[in-house]
């Protein structure tokens, strides 16, 4: 499967956000990631729907919405209607997932499931049969800038494992959060497929220099 590398615009100069975007496509990002945070289930508030919107009008870039937000569900057909390509929800804020999961799918889009760090595999053990992708958060969600949590590796493995016991060598697995150029080789070692990475892109002077050395740490 192509390794993707998806950088989180929360990082972004948002006073120049069309420029940044066009310059991380320029520089090679696969994915643009847009995380959503409603200020209940994570404690900071980002951008939403309309920004979304925005965002689609500029770039054919596949948009990876992360919904940081209590009761995913009520915003869904929303974020799909701006233009979202990949959505994804957190275990711990959908009370009906499988709901939420089909409906992602039934118009036309990606369907991703997110656990934090603490949450067991065992909460996916159901849903890996529905989504389209898991999104393992290497940091506690909420804000760029944190340092990766080292278990989240053995996760994304475990993870994989489960997913060849379904049969679903075809879900992607993405890790959210302190991924950087160093680091990057390991978290591929452990089976992941979509890197998301925030400050260590937006935080440096050359996007395509750090794109390309984390390109060649994965490939
Ligand atoms: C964290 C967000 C991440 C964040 C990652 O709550 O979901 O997508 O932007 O940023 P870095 O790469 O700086 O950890
Ligand atoms: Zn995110």
């Not at 596949?62 to 995913?72: E, G």
């Amino acid at each position: 499967m192509k390794k993707l590398i998806a950088p989180s615009i929360l990082s972004a100069d948002f006073t120049r956000l069309g420029e940044e975007i066009r310059a991380i496509e320029e520089a090679g990002a696969d994915w643009i990631h847009f995380d959503v945070m409603d200020g209940i289930f994570v404690p900071n508030i980002t951008v939403g729907v309309p920004v979304l919107k925005s965002v689609r009008n500029i770039t054919d870039l596949p948009l990876d919405v992360h919904l940081m937000v209590d009761r995913p569900g009520r915003f869904i057909e929303d974020f799909a209607d701006a233009g979202a390509d990949i959505i994804t929800l957190h275990v711990e804020a959908s009370i009906h997932l499988d709901r939420e999961l089909n409906l992602i799918k039934s118009l036309g889009k990606r369907a991703g499931v997110s656990l934090n760090p603490a949450s067991p595999i065992t909460l996916l053990e159901e849903a890996v049969e529905i989504a389209d992708l898991i999104l393992i958060m290497s940091v506690n969600p909420g804000f760029g800038g944190q340092k990766l949590i080292p278990y989240a590796l053995t996760k994304a493995t475990r993870v994989r494992e489960l997913l060849k016991s379904h049969n679903r060598d075809d879900v992607l697995i993405e890790i959210d959060g302190g991924v950087t150029t160093k680091n990057i080789g390991d978290v591929s070692r452990a089976g992941v497929d979509v890197f998301v990475a925030g400050s260590s892109v937006f935080g440096a002077d050359d996007y395509a220099k750090v794109i390309g050395e984390m390109k060649r740490a994965i490939s």
